[in-house]
């Protein structure tokens, strides 16, 4: 079982900056990917950005540039910095964790969502 806490939603003008944080708990070391979504009102969840176990990284096209994510590796935390935001960028964001505890057996797991939003 993996529980996943997410942390630094908040309101910030276009062109701010947020840093939202997703800490793992329970069985960490079953985790491989873990991955950062959003859902804006009225839209399906998007992938925003993904990083593997072995430090491997990958960013949706529409934020490419302007957010980074990374991992402490002595905190077991995720981070999604997000620069130079945009109203369209307002969204919850949820933090996923692709966990494979054993050959052949995987779960996801989701945060329970930050809320981010661009205000004018």
């Known amino acids: 079982q993996v529980q996943l806490v997410e942390s630094g939603g908040g309101l910030v003008q276009p062109g701010g900056s947020l840093r939202l944080s997703c800490a793992p708990y329970g069985d960490i070391f079953s985790i491989n990917t873990v991955c950062w979504y959003r859902q804006a009102p009225g839209k399906e969840r998007e992938l925003v950005a993904s990083?593997?176990?072995?430090?491997?990284?990958s960013c949706a096209d529409s934020v490419k540039g302007r957010f980074t994510i990374s991992r402490d590796n002595v905190k077991n935390t995720v981070h999604l910095q997000m620069n130079s935001l945009k109203p369209e960028d307002t969204a919850v964001y949820y933090c996923?964790?692709?966990?494979?505890?054993?050959?052949?057996?995987?779960?996801?797991?989701w945060g329970q969502g930050a809320q981010g939003t661009l205000s004018s």
């Open positions: 996923d964790a692709l966990s494979t505890p054993r050959i052949g057996v995987s779960y996801t797991y």
């Open positions: 990083i593997t176990s072995s430090g491997s990284t």
